[in-house]
């Protein structure tokens, strides 16, 4: 495949056995859309075929962070302007993205520096080799913009020891390359300061010596000192146990996070707690990503995604008006209708 115009939104570009895709929009922290994950899907399908390539590098252009997450700001555009059908179209092909990172046959090396979220954790953490840096803030923010953690989130989030997944999940929290580690969410750390010779080794090197050669202690994370109220909190049945029970931990951090949840869509924090323990009980990261995605299209039909949206990145007046606007109004049936089918069919995985 043959390197891309300078203002492309993936850059793609060979060095050596190593196929770079460099993400490349800057000024929006390289907030993923339709047509960034075509390229990559395609840039993928030519890679794997061809012998001359070892490795799959990810980066992102500029300073900030490899990606900010989906274009959520287009999803709103689309749902407001009566064309959901677009944004479930975006989301069908970036779950299948999603999956096909984690079946690539070659190395897949991530390079998670700076701000990861949202879409940026699902074309970063599903890959083979995933690299944090002291830069590194990873996160799941979907609660906050009435969204439910996608692109294998949920998946990767049920992995992580005991109910530290549950916590990132209903909290948004970012968290450093230690947290990050002990998360499952990266594999390896790399001083931020080596990344261009880490990179520039992957050129004519087997990536597994690679990481051996660059890979350093990551700095060191907050979460294993917080497992105590974590676990105990997280473990409860319903969103308003948890929150009670945070409040009851007589821990700061606890209580903070019990105000954090209470800031979020209620609908989402319900939809996002059972997502996650049945996510629990599904057999593959496949079979996760095709709940996602009846999640995720039954939520262009509920207020709380286009309110979040509005009040985080349109209006950015940070008060959004969530609808219901408490927990106890949210009822069973309400959760249970974002796991129905979606009425467009399930993912088309391939290769």
Not at 89 to 100: G, K
Not at 110 to 132: C, E, K, L, P, Q
Not at 166 to 187: P, Q, R, S
């Amino acid at each position: 495949m043959n390197a891309t115009p300078d203002d492309a939104p993936v850059l793609l570009r060979r060095e050596g056995r190593a196929g770079h895709l460099v993400l490349n929009r800057p000024r929006a922290i390289n907030a993923l859309n339709h047509a960034m994950v075509r390229i990559i899907q395609d840039a993928l399908d030519a890679w794997e075929r061809d012998e001359s390539v070892a490795t799959v590098v990810l980066t992102g252009a500029g300073e900030r962070g490899l990606c900010a997450g989906g274009d959520i700001r287009s999803v709103h555009d689309d749902v407001r302007a009566g064309r959901a059908a677009v944004a479930a179209t975006f989301w069908h092909d970036e779950y299948c993205l999603n999956a096909r990172i984690a079946r690539c046959p070659k190395p897949y090396v991530a390079v998670m520096d700076g701000i990861v979220m949202g879409g940026g954790v699902g074309v970063s953490a599903h890959g083979s080799v995933r690299v944090v840096t002291e830069r590194s803030r990873v996160a799941m923010p979907e609660t906050g913009i009435g969204f439910v953690p996608d692109v294998g989130g949920t998946y990767l989030l049920t992995r992580a020891p005991g109910e530290l997944g549950t916590h990132l999940a209903l909290t948004g929290a970012a968290v450093g390359a230690g947290d990050a580690l002990l998360c499952g969410l990266a594999d390896h750390h790399v001083a931020s300061e080596r990344l261009g010779e880490f990179t520039a080794a992957l050129a004519d090197a087997d990536a597994a010596d690679v990481v051996r050669e660059f890979a350093a202690e990551a700095p060191e994370g907050e979460l294993a000192g917080h497992r105590e109220w974590i676990d105990h909190c997280y473990a409860a049945d319903s969103v308003e146990e948890i929150v009670d029970r945070l409040y009851a931990a007589g821990d700061r951090h606890a209580k903070e996070a019990a105000e954090t949840l209470l800031a979020k869509s209620p609908t989402s924090l319900k939809v996002t707690l059972a997502a996650l323990r049945r996510a629990r009980e599904l057999p593959s990261l496949e079979a996760v990503l095709e709940q996602e995605y009846r999640v995720s299209c039954a939520a262009l039909a509920s207020p709380d995604l286009v309110e979040g949206v509005r009040a985080q990145v349109v209006d950015k007046d940070r008060r959004p008006r969530w609808s219901p606007a408490d927990l106890a109004q949210v009822t069973d049936a309400d959760v249970a209708r974002f796991f129905e089918p979606t009425g467009r069919g399930g993912l088309a995985f391939s290769g």
